[in-house]
């Protein structure tokens, strides 16, 4: 698709109605292949499978592989295994978004009818080395500042203006979590982690998004595109993010889990006392279906309201 020119960018925003999501609960976990799981991974998709399993509903598996550059030979498949030995059991096929590009083209098309798009020509060093997450101030809302490559931007500012609820985190005020207009296409071409998601959301009927806290600052970004396209919102719960015990974020190389780790269901014990839900001692080495079916009996959500982090190597009083 052609870049969208300034006078393209500019529009105004329709009035929309977001479709009502279907009856049946359908989580999904979706790492990213870019290196073996870890252990804050492990407990976002203990959480999501959880809480779908204990509300009777499906958990899906996504791998999100688009950004190919980062993507490790052979990751996907050990975080397949690895989640396999654990016993966490996904309903139908994994998907790969590397396979879904023409929907999410599809996607961008839609926004460009809309006049919901603009080309922009900033990169990291314009912006002072941030990303989308540190605020775009819209420099290219009117025209690209230069010439050469350009991004796709979406106008995240006339959409998804209606109060966003968490339920674990509470009400959220979109202006404050947005950080202004977010790409939707790369320089390089690929589309964006902010559209796909979106996008995969939707066509999966993904009813409820259980996932870490680190996320919660994309939620304005998606629910402005949901509202763009037309594509129902799900409910969001942000759990707690796992980090190291002085608060930073956790070494993804320090607390990886391989297929041969995962052997060890000791594991299991600890990411469920991680998620506050108390599991009996011993159960720490209990195997995998015996831990899982008394842990979605017992499931209890709650305890992990208001919380935004959790060290990994927190224990239970």
Not at 28 to 34: I, L, M, V
Request: hydrophobic share 40%; with cysteine.
């Amino acid at each position: 698709m052609s870049d969208v020119s300034a006078s393209t960018a500019i529009g105004t925003t329709a009035t929309v109605r977001t479709p009502q999501l279907p009856a049946p609960y359908t989580g999904r976990f979706a790492p990213s292949p870019t290196g073996d799981l870890h252990l804050g991974s492990l407990v976002a998709a203990a959480a999501s499978y959880l809480e779908a399993r204990s509300n009777g509903g499906r958990w899906l598996l996504r791998i999100e592989d688009l950004d190919s550059a980062r993507v490790i030979p052979g990751a996907a498949d050990r975080i397949l295994h690895t989640l396999e030995n654990l016993g966490l059991c996904w309903d139908g096929e994994v998907w790969y978004q590397s396979r879904r590009l023409a929907h999410y083209e599809a996607a961008l098309q839609q926004l460009q009818r809309a006049n919901a798009l603009y080309a922009c020509s900033c990169t990291r060093r314009d912006l002072g080395g941030t990303d989308d997450l540190g605020g775009y101030p819209g420099t290219c809302r009117s025209a690209p500042g230069k010439p050469g490559p350009t991004a796709l931007r979406f106008r995240a500012d006339r959409y998804g203006s209606a109060p966003i609820i968490d339920t674990l985190q509470g009400a959220i005020n979109p202006a404050t979590c947005s950080g202004g207009d977010p790409i939707v296409r790369r320089r390089d071409g690929l589309h964006a982690y902010q559209l796909a998601v979106v996008v995969d959301d939707a066509a999966s009927a993904v009813s409820h998004v259980v996932r870490g806290a680190d996320l919660l600052a994309s939620i304005g970004w998606q629910c402005a595109l949901q509202d763009a396209l037309a594509l129902p919102r799900p409910v969001y719960s942000h759990i707690p993010l796992v980090t190291e015990s002085n608060g930073d974020k956790l070494s993804k190389s320090g607390h990886s889990l391989n297929s041969a780790a995962a052997a060890d269901t000791g594991v299991l014990h600890r990411v469920l006392t991680l998620l506050r839900q108390e599991p009996p001692g011993e159960l720490s080495r209990a195997p995998p279906a015996q831990l899982w079916q008394w842990a979605v009996a017992h499931w209890r959500v709650d305890r992990l309201r208001g919380v935004l982090a959790v060290a990994a190597d927190a224990r239970m009083d």
